[in-house]
């Protein structure tokens, strides 16, 4: 999708930007050393709090994914093992549990897959990829054109508009990533208390 302003954009103009964001940036250094300190302190920062839910899913796709590639054992749950669980004192004894899938547990390799399953749709949550809106936007042209009852107030509009069809179909998309994301965390809290190495 390509994005226009209601004027071309001089060079000046371009450059005089890059400076302006060096000095913004300087002028928000002992904010981010703050949040820096706030999150080494308490483990989250005032800025992480502002949208805590994309904070919370990258944090956990990261760590879900860590915990995949790093893992020592599996839940309990994932072992098919039928003898009563005071019998058995270690999985590894009962051969229902000791089916070997290239030299590793098949109950652990099912708990790695979750995980890694898990991490991608936390990740996804977060990332917004909609193949339906990169479809349906990408001939479309962004342009900021100037609010017609405000001075100095620009608004952002599509050309050509969107179809109600496009309309339709980008409400359906968006409600499939978000039915599957309620599935996944579902899945998430069905496990909460397993999530260790």
């Not at 913004?24 to 805590?52: A, H, I, M």
């Not at 994932?78 to 098949?106: H, L, M, Q, T, W």
């Not at 949550?125 to 193949?131: L, Q, S, T, V």
């Not at 100037?146 to 952002?156: A, I, R, Y």
Request: aromatic letters at 18%; glycine letters at 4%; hydrophobic letters at 30%.
């Amino acid at each position: 999708m390509k994005v226009t302003f209601s004027h071309e954009i001089k060079w000046y103009e371009r450059l005089w930007w890059r400076v302006q964001r060096f000095f913004t940036d300087l002028k928000y250094l002992p904010k981010e050393v703050k949040y820096f300190w706030q999150r080494g302190r308490r483990g989250w920062s005032d800025r992480d709090s502002w949208n805590f839910d994309t904070y919370l899913a990258r944090i956990i796709s990261e760590a879900l994914k860590w915990n995949a590639s790093h893992r020592n054992s599996c839940p309990n749950e994932f072992f098919k093992c039928p003898a009563p669980y005071n019998e058995v004192k270690d999985s590894r004894d009962c051969d229902a549990c000791k089916k070997e899938y290239d030299g590793e547990c098949i109950a652990c390799t099912e708990w790695e897959n979750f995980l890694l399953y898990l991490s991608e749709e936390f990740r996804l949550y977060n990332d917004g990829d909609n193949p339906v809106e990169t479809e349906i936007y990408k001939d479309r042209e962004m342009k900021f054109v100037p609010c017609e009852d405000k001075s100095g107030c620009s608004q952002m509009v599509v050309v050509p508009e969107i179809t109600e069809e496009e309309r339709e179909r980008l409400h359906a998309s968006w409600k499939a990533k978000d039915d599957r994301f309620k599935k996944a965390l579902q899945d998430f809290i069905k496990y909460f208390g397993s999530y260790w190495d």
